[in-house]
């Protein structure tokens, strides 16, 4: 008879979050919203690194994208509240 041995697969490990991207998460906390536009000026981040910094931090986050003025796209965070905040 084969023996067939399993083996589960590895998690994966995540990068360690660079100092600006906790510079981002302490900002946040702080304040509870921000616009991705002060973010991007302050650290130079592009939208969507902040969105994935925060996704891969575990924030309950919805982005908002109003279109404000042609060729402008500024973003806001909203974090939801852990009793379940309306969308």
């Known amino acids: 008879m084969e023996t067939i041995t399993y083996t589960a697969p590895k998690k994966q490990q995540r990068p ?8 981002v998460l302490q900002l946040l906390r702080q304040h509870g919203e921000l616009n991705t536009a002060e973010l991007q000026h302050k650290f130079v981040l592009s939208p969507g690194k902040v969105v994935s910094v925060l996704k891969a931090k575990g924030y309950p986050i919805v982005t908002r994208y109003q279109q404000l003025t042609p060729g402008t796209k500024p973003v806001a965070f909203h974090r939801l509240s852990d009793e ?3 969308l």
């Open 16 to 23: 360690p979050l660079s100092v600006q991207q906790l510079t």
């Open 84 to 86: 379940g905040g309306t």
